[in-house]
């Protein structure tokens, strides 16, 4: 490859996958000799590139982190995979990082070709976030705080708010910050309740790397996410309802499918379910979209929250509704035990 800028770019694609890379293996993708690889790599160096070179009978090249940012080259793919992820960030849970985002993106849109200019464009006009509800954004010093913890293995101190407001001073050892929607939590382990916790991350305030260093404790779980997972089903309350759905099976598999299920066939005309779930709201929706009468068994709190739904439907419905079932019809039966 006779084109030195192009070669340049060349051999800066392959230092850039996380590989060490032998002159002569360089050498022989990019069709030069290994005099020129170590010219090139020099030429690299001198644009602020942190070119490494290892010693040895074949020595080796690898691109390592430096005291600046240099340019990045990115194939398309990468690109456009980037350019969407910055438009998207502007909806993370993490203050302030919209303002650089759209720095960021202003920055790459200005260089990308027009093809994938195109590709971004049409994917930034086709999607929309909705960014109406949600918790307040985190503050990115805390983030930084943490994760400089987790990798450090330093023991945290910092005050907490408990679900009932009332703070208090922990003593943690961090593990992992897991980022669930647009919540982060930090599991890690904490020292004054000998007992792993998870800790919501726009609960904790003045956060405090001590001196202290410790060594990886085994977390009871397979990694991280589930180990949070399966505490926050535990702190949430789980109803468990039973009911007869006056339609067959097959009419109401589909939108009941999933996990937390089980149907059971009656006759040819009602099921039974059984589902759990972690709030009579949504038991109560799922039950009353299916499009068919029903009858709650259990438990008695879903029952009387769908009395109470009943009485301001008809309530809303107005006078007519509340003599008739229907404006201008027959009763309409919903049993509800």
Not at 140 to 157: F, G, I, K, M, T
Not at 182 to 190: A, E, I, N, Q, T
Not at 257 to 266: H, N, Q, T
Request: proline share 7%; charged share 25%.
């Amino acid at each position: 490859m006779s084109d030195t800028p192009a070669r340049l770019l060349g051999l800066l694609s392959l230092l850039q996958t996380s590989r060490e890379w032998p002159g002569s293996e360089l050498a022989a993708r990019l069709g030069v000799s290994l005099r020129t690889i170590r010219r090139d790599v020099q030429r690299l160096r001198d644009l602020g590139y942190p070119v490494q070179a290892t010693m040895g009978v074949i020595g080796g090249y690898r691109l390592v982190a430096g005291k600046a940012m240099p340019p990045l080259l990115l194939d398309d793919e990468e690109a456009v995979a980037i350019a969407v992820g910055l438009r998207t960030a502007a909806g993370h849970a993490v203050a302030g990082i919209e303002e650089a985002s759209v720095r960021a993106l202003a920055k790459l849109e200005q260089v990308l070709p027009s093809r994938l200019r195109q590709r971004v464009r049409a994917l930034g006009a086709a999607t929309e976030p909705l960014l109406t509800w949600g918790p307040p954004p985190v503050d990115p010093e805390h983030l930084n705080a943490l994760a400089a913890a987790v990798d450090s293995r330093a023991q945290l101190r910092f005050t907490y708010r408990r679900r009932d407001g009332v703070d208090g001073v922990r003593l943690v050892e961090p593990y992992k910050l897991v980022s669930a929607g647009r919540r982060w939590y930090l599991v890690g382990y904490d020292n004054d309740r000998a007992d792993w916790r998870i800790f919501r991350v726009d609960r904790i305030t003045d956060p405090r790397l001590t001196r202290t260093r410790v060594a990886a404790r085994r977390l009871p779980a397979t990694d991280a996410a589930s180990f949070m997972a399966e505490k926050l089903l535990e702190l949430t309350p789980v109803h468990r309802a039973v009911v007869t759905l006056h339609a067959p099976v097959e009419r109401v598999a589909g939108p009941l499918g999933g996990a937390g299920v089980d149907l059971e066939p009656i006759d040819a005309t009602s099921c039974r379910l059984r589902s759990d779930a972690d709030t009579l709201e949504w038991l109560a929706w799922r039950l009353l979209t299916l499009g068919c009468d029903i009858e709650v068994h259990e438990p008695p709190e879903l029952i009387a929250y769908l009395r109470q739904i009943g009485v301001r439907a008809t309530r809303a419905a107005g006078p007519q509704a509340a003599e008739t079932g229907r404006p201008g019809g027959t009763p309409v039966r919903r049993t509800l035990e």
